[in-house]
């Protein structure tokens, strides 16, 4: 026991040895005057440091070997010297001390630190380094743990601040290649200003909810399956990217840039990336990408961002709650699969870009666009059990279907890219497909298929290789009406259906078979204009049980001269009852006018040696 200072007798500093099995006790200040050499107790025994501040200026420096207890705020200084504490270190009792180690040496933790008593703070200078292998540090006080040299763990850590700050401003890593997991519990501040795990890195680093993570130091890397876990709330004060490798990545709480300078984040796992929190609402990050070869699940609500590389998901995403995407000006990119039983809305004014399948494992609910941008779809499907709204333009980069429980709105052009696409729409049998501008106007689809629909409406022009619509109730092909240059054949599977166009253009080597299950006068085709091609070869264009008139019923057109379009009138008879129409056929052939209303239910009658109409339908 020494009950009052403990000096080197003058400016040459000298060695103090202690062995014991009992306790050591420095009652008052060590080296305060001059400075001892160095300090070494053995292990076995304890020794308590009440004196609150021990110097050593040699080459060996402070080294406890026993258990060391605290009874007063402690400061340790050993110079450019380790100081090792091989054992536990504790607050004597309940009142908690504080300690300070300077050295720019090596510190290092031997023992677990404060698990009895808890230390009031650990603050560690900078320049050197400490190394904490002793399974975890515990402190209650409101300096929390600061470590400002460089930490290294040679075992699996747990750091304990209450409500306090945890501060790293050096770089973290293991020890050695034995990666090490890392927990922080605080509901105050964790700051990582450096890199962790860049030289060897950490099996797995955890946080616990409650207070807030400050990733200032760019990169973050992990090797075990335990993976990184941020249960509070994360701010990104550098461009960061998190690493590790096929564990899982998991923020739980938001996600922003520290302040409206916005941060690229990169994760990277070929495990499970989960973002539960919302993502850039109240700092938007610049830019949002994950690597291949895992999953990200999104069930945070929204993910903002302002940089020019937007969001890019290079794993497949599946949806665990209803999401928004914004991005400004930038792209969103989906590069692999799409899944999950929620809704999306995509705000961009840049491009969208599927590249993998969307619903194809778990149909979402609704897909909505902002219409500021452009869609490439080249996944192949895309499915909803709900509407689908396009606001933009959409690419076709694949053969595409569209399968849909609600309506189906295309608002902007849609166009094959490259070669012609074949694109099948089908929506429930209560929801309509509704086309608001030009489709193949750029680049012409090839087959268009519609299997199921209420109603299908064009209101531009519809420009295809062919087009197969196998049911539904109306089918308005709008004011720009059909061009196809291949097979049309459209169904209706309703007594009442009908088909309207304001122009019906075949090209070569085409046939047009239109079936409506009319009854008496329920079903009706108003086809203002049908132009046929002189280069068609020979075909046969069939108008099945359809009344084919244009209100009001005109009187028969009077004789036409050679080389003028000729016009042919209709009067299909179904139930006893004759309508007239007029159809100008822009056909190059000479001028003929036919009145075809004696026409009969399975007659046909040739125009010309290309064109042959016929009335298949029963009445």
Same mark, same amino acid.
């Given at each position: 026991?020494?009950?009052?200072?403990?000096?080197?007798?003058?400016?040459?500093?000298?060695?103090?040895?202690?062995?014991?099995?009992?306790?050591?006790? =420095?009652?008052?200040?060590?080296?305060?005057?001059?400075?001892?050499?160095?300090?070494?107790?053995?292990?076995?025994?304890?020794?308590?440091?009440?004196?609150?501040?021990?110097? +050593?200026?040699?080459?060996?420096?402070?080294?406890?070997?026993?258990?060391?207890?605290?009874?007063?705020?402690?400061?340790?200084?050993?110079?450019?010297?380790?100081? $090792?504490?091989?054992?536990?270190?504790?607050?004597?009792?309940?009142?908690?001390?504080?300690?300070?180690?300077?050295?720019?040496?090596?510190?290092? =933790?031997?023992?677990?630190?404060?698990?009895?008593?808890?230390?009031?703070?650990?603050?560690?200078?900078? /320049?050197?380094?400490?190394?904490?292998?002793?399974?975890?540090?515990?402190?209650?006080?409101?300096?929390?743990?600061?470590?400002?040299?460089?930490?290294?763990?040679?075992?699996?850590?747990?750091?304990?601040?209450?409500?306090?700050?945890?501060?790293?401003?050096?770089?973290?890593?293991?020890?050695?290649?034995?990666?090490?997991?890392?927990?922080?519990?605080?509901?105050?501040?964790?700051?990582?200003?450096?890199?962790?795990?860049?030289?060897?890195?950490?099996?797995?680093?955890?946080?616990?909810?409650?207070?807030?993570?400050?990733?200032?130091?760019?990169?973050?890397?992990?090797?075990?399956?335990?993976?990184?876990?941020? #249960?509070?709330?994360?701010?990104? #004060?550098?461009?960061?990217?998190?690493?590790?490798?096929?564990?899982?990545?998991?923020?739980?709480? $938001?996600?922003?840039?520290?302040?409206? $300078?916005?941060?690229?984040?990169?994760?990277?796992?070929?495990?499970?990336?989960?973002?539960?929190?919302?993502?850039?609402?109240?700092?938007?990050?610049?830019?949002?990408?994950?690597?291949?070869?895992?999953?990200?699940?999104?069930?945070?609500?929204?993910?903002?961002?302002?940089?020019?590389?937007?969001?890019?998901?290079?794993?497949?995403?599946?949806?665990?709650?209803?999401?928004?995407?914004?991005?400004?000006?930038?792209?969103?990119?989906?590069?692999?699969?799409?899944?999950?039983?929620?809704?999306?809305?995509?705000?961009?004014?840049?491009?969208?870009?599927?590249?993998?399948?969307?619903?194809?494992?778990?149909?979402?609910?609704?897909?909505?666009?902002?219409?500021?941008?452009?869609?490439?779809?080249?996944?192949?499907?895309?499915?909803?059990?709900?509407?689908?709204?396009?606001?933009?333009?959409?690419?076709?980069?694949?053969?595409?279907? =569209?399968?849909?429980? /609600?309506?189906?709105?295309?608002?902007? +052009?849609?166009?094959?890219?490259?070669?012609?696409?074949?694109? $099948?729409?089908?929506?429930?049998?209560?929801?309509?497909?509704?086309?608001?501008?030009?489709?193949?106007?750029?680049?012409?689809? #090839?087959?268009?298929?519609?299997?199921?629909?209420?109603?299908?409406?064009?209101?531009?022009?519809?420009?295809?290789?062919?087009?197969?619509?196998?049911?539904?109730?109306?089918?308005?092909?709008?004011?720009?009406?059909?061009?196809?240059?291949?097979?049309?054949?459209?169904?209706?599977?309703?007594?009442?259906?009908?088909?309207?166009?304001?122009?019906?253009?075949?090209?070569?080597?085409?046939?047009?078979?239109?079936?409506?299950?009319?009854?008496?006068?329920? /079903?009706?085709?108003?086809?203002?204009?049908?132009?046929?091609?002189?280069?068609?070869?020979?075909?046969?264009?069939?108008?099945?049980?359809?009344?084919?008139?244009?209100?009001?019923?005109?009187?028969?057109?009077?004789?036409?001269?050679?080389?003028?379009?000729?016009?042919?009138?209709?009067?299909?008879?179904?139930?006893?009852?004759?309508?007239?129409?007029?159809?100008?056929?822009?056909?190059?052939?000479?001028?003929?006018?036919?009145?075809?209303?004696?026409?009969?239910?399975?007659?046909?009658?040739?125009?010309?040696?290309?064109?042959?109409?016929?009335?298949?339908?029963?009445?």
């Amino acid at each position: 026991t020494f009950n009052n200072t403990l000096n080197s007798l003058n400016a040459t500093a000298r060695n103090v040895v202690i062995n014991t099995q009992g306790a050591t006790t =420095f009652t008052d200040v060590v080296g305060g005057v001059f400075m001892l050499a160095s300090l070494v107790t053995d292990a076995g025994g304890s020794t308590a440091v009440n004196g609150g501040s021990i110097k +050593t200026n040699g080459i060996v420096g402070i080294v406890f070997n026993d258990a060391v207890t605290l009874n007063a705020d402690t400061t340790l200084d050993a110079d450019s010297a380790p100081v $090792t504490l091989g054992d536990t270190v504790n607050s004597l009792n309940a009142t908690a001390r504080s300690l300070l180690i300077n050295s720019t040496g090596v510190t290092t =933790f031997g023992g677990l630190v404060g698990s009895v008593f808890a230390l009031a703070s650990i603050v560690t200078n900078a /320049g050197g380094s400490t190394a904490i292998n002793g399974g975890g540090v515990t402190t209650s006080g409101a300096a929390g743990q600061v470590y400002n040299d460089i930490v290294t763990l040679n075992a699996d850590a747990v750091l304990n601040a209450g409500s306090a700050q945890i501060n790293f401003t050096n770089i973290i890593n293991s020890f050695d290649s034995t990666a090490r997991s890392l927990i922080l519990n605080t509901t105050g501040t964790t700051i990582i200003s450096a890199a962790v795990g860049a030289i060897n890195a950490l099996s797995s680093l955890t946080t616990n909810s409650g207070g807030t993570t400050a990733i200032t130091g760019g990169l973050v890397t992990t090797s075990g399956v335990g993976g990184q876990v941020y #249960n509070d709330s994360v701010t990104l #004060n550098a461009d960061t990217t998190i690493n590790a490798g096929a564990g899982a990545i998991t923020f739980t709480g $938001t996600l922003n840039s520290l302040t409206a $300078t916005a941060r690229t984040l990169i994760l990277n796992s070929t495990g499970a990336t989960s973002l539960a929190g919302l993502v850039g609402n109240l700092f938007p990050l610049s830019s949002l990408i994950t690597n291949a070869g895992g999953t990200t699940s999104l069930s945070g609500g929204s993910i903002t961002t302002n940089g020019p590389a937007g969001i890019t998901f290079n794993d497949d995403v599946m949806l665990a709650a209803d999401s928004t995407l914004n991005t400004g000006a930038s792209p969103i990119s989906f590069s692999g699969a799409l899944d999950g039983s929620f809704a999306i809305t995509i705000n961009t004014s840049g491009l969208t870009t599927f590249g993998g399948m969307v619903g194809a494992i778990a149909p979402l609910v609704n897909i909505v666009t902002d219409g500021l941008g452009s869609i490439t779809i080249d996944g192949g499907a895309v499915t909803t059990t709900g509407m689908q709204a396009y606001n933009e333009p959409i690419i076709l980069g694949a053969d595409t279907s =569209f399968t849909t429980g /609600g309506d189906l709105t295309f608002n902007q +052009t849609l166009d094959s890219f490259g070669v012609v696409r074949h694109l $099948t729409l089908t929506a429930a049998p209560t929801a309509n497909i509704i086309f608001n501008a030009a489709v193949g106007g750029i680049k012409r689809l #090839n087959t268009l298929t519609i299997t199921q629909v209420n109603n299908f409406s064009n209101n531009a022009v519809l420009m295809v290789e062919s087009l197969i619509q196998l049911a539904g109730n109306i089918t308005d092909l709008g004011v720009g009406g059909l061009d196809a240059t291949g097979a049309v054949s459209i169904v209706s599977a309703s007594a009442n259906g009908q088909i309207d166009a304001d122009s019906f253009s075949l090209g070569a080597s085409t046939s047009a078979n239109l079936i409506g299950s009319v009854d008496g006068l329920s /079903g009706q085709a108003a086809i203002d204009m049908i132009v046929l091609l002189n280069t068609i070869s020979p075909g046969t264009h069939y108008f099945d049980g359809i009344d084919m008139y244009r209100e009001p019923p005109p009187l028969p057109p009077t004789p036409i001269g050679p080389d003028v379009s000729p016009s042919i009138i209709f009067g299909f008879y179904l139930d006893d009852a004759a309508f007239l129409s007029t159809l100008p056929l822009t056909v190059d052939l000479d001028s003929y006018q036919v009145n075809l209303d004696l026409l009969r239910v399975g007659y046909c009658l040739s125009i010309s040696p290309k064109i042959e109409i016929c009335d298949l339908g029963s009445s």
